[in-house]
């Protein structure tokens, strides 16, 4: 059973349902998220800010669902899911399934000596308010990349 939700100005995503053959289609993620019984399971790929509010609402369906991360900038608002760990719920981290960073991963894998470079964030941004925020909401790519590429090494040196 496929549903998709968006903002109703984004042509594209019209589009893109129709193209796909989605029938149900949501104006409002409330709406969506709290109509249990149309969908078998949720995709989430919001912007940071609404992801936490949301998965809190679809949670209550223990229903699969799959959140990209990061759900918060903040662990403190994340302690809820911390003790209970939802079976149902899944972080995902996408970039690690990127062609370029499985190359990585076997480069590293098959040489015996590495020498890896990572700067986190990618970039700093001036247009928003708190030029730090990339550091929240992108440098968990990185590290999970990092933790991919890497976690078969036996030895460190820094």
């Not at 409330?30 to 998965?55: C, H, K, M, Q, R």
Request: charged share 25%; with cysteine.
């Amino acid at each position: 059973m496929f549903s998709l939700c968006f903002k109703p100005k984004l042509k594209d995503d019209w589009q893109f349902a129709t193209k796909n053959k989605i029938n149900k289609v949501w104006k409002n993620p409330v709406d969506l998220a709290t109509a249990y019984n149309e969908w078998d399971g949720i995709i989430i790929t919001t912007s940071i800010e609404p992801t936490l509010d949301f998965l809190k609402i679809v949670a209550k369906s223990n229903k699969p669902i799959l959140v990209e991360k990061p759900v918060s900038t903040s662990s403190l608002k994340l302690e809820e899911f911390s003790t209970k760990s939802p079976e149902n719920i899944i972080v995902a981290y996408n970039r690690r399934h990127y062609n370029t960073v499985k190359k990585a991963r076997d480069f590293v894998i098959n040489n015996k000596y590495i020498r890896a470079t990572m700067t986190l964030p990618e970039v700093l941004s001036k247009e928003v308010k708190d030029k730090y925020y990339p550091v929240l909401s992108n440098s968990v790519h990185g590290i999970d990349m990092l933790n991919f590429i890497f976690w078969q090494c036996k030895s460190w040196v820094c």
